[in-house]
């Protein structure tokens, strides 16, 4: 059984263009995050959502718009990307109170 | 800021122990986490500290000293499949919890 999932699992585009990445867990958690890990295994986080609502923006342009339609999914949307976008994007999940986070296997992102 | 520190490399051999030593900043401190990520792979939990001591898990253990703003994770009977890189991170809470990732470490096991 899949606890958090995402798809794409590899994602190759042009400069310039949209994208989007899904994520879903069934893990019944009530909170949801969006790492972007670098070539230099750097994990940031870059958004959390708890119960469909945002809750963490860790200052990432606004390219990027994340997307929470129920408390099992969030969606990662990114606008015009850039070279710099290239990273693998990785969805987590965990009980809000709790210390403990689920990560989906990653979207390999490649914008050439 | 946040900031933690953790050494970006460790080798040790098969059925030796090795401890990774992570000391942190923060404000909001809730609590001290250890994740493993093989090459290719996400990354996995291995514990989670919120009060002071030691929390046993297997071959793996956990330290944390809120006083000191450290922490460690000691790992013993060393197996190859242990090579891959260990996260320390801290969960804090600034107006919502959030975890922040140290750089890793890389663990390489030697037969």
């Known amino acids: 059984d899949t606890a958090v999932s995402q798809t794409p699992k590899y994602l190759v585009t042009q400069m310039g263009n949209d994208k989007s990445i899904k994520c879903e867990q069934n893990?019944?958690?009530?909170?949801m995050y969006w790492y972007k890990q670098d070539s230099k295994k750097f994990l940031k986080i870059m958004f959390s959502?708890?119960?469909?609502?945002?809750?963490i923006n860790e200052t990432v342009p606004n390219r990027f718009s994340p997307k929470s339609p129920d408390k099992a999914h969030l969606n990662l949307h990114i606008n015009s990307l850039e070279l710099g976008d290239s990273a693998v994007y990785f969805c987590?999940?965990?009980?809000?109170?709790?210390?403990?986070?689920?990560f989906g296997p990653g979207t390999r992102l490649t914008v050439l | 800021g946040q900031s933690l520190e953790q050494p970006s490399e460790v080798t040790a051999v098969e059925g030796a122990i090795v401890q990774i030593n992570c000391t942190y900043q923060?404000?909001?401190?809730?609590?001290l986490s250890w994740y493993q990520q093989h090459d290719g792979g996400a990354p996995t939990f291995l514990s989670y500290?919120?009060?002071?001591g030691l929390e046993e898990t297997g071959r793996f253990s956990s330290f944390l000293s809120r006083s000191d703003s450290y922490g460690y994770l000691l790992l013993q009977e060393l197996q190859m499949k242990d090579s891959a890189s260990y996260f320390c991170?801290?969960?804090?809470?600034?107006?919502?919890?959030?975890?922040?990732f140290g750089a890793g470490t890389r663990l390489f096991v030697k037969a």
């Open positions: 987590a999940s965990s009980q809000e109170l709790a210390g403990i986070e689920f």
């Open positions: 893990l019944g958690h009530d909170t």
């Open positions: 959502y708890n119960n469909k609502e945002l809750i």
């Open positions: 923060t404000s909001g401190f809730y609590g």
């Open positions: 500290n919120a009060l002071d």
């Open positions: 991170a801290v969960r804090s809470y600034t107006g919502g919890f959030k975890t922040i």
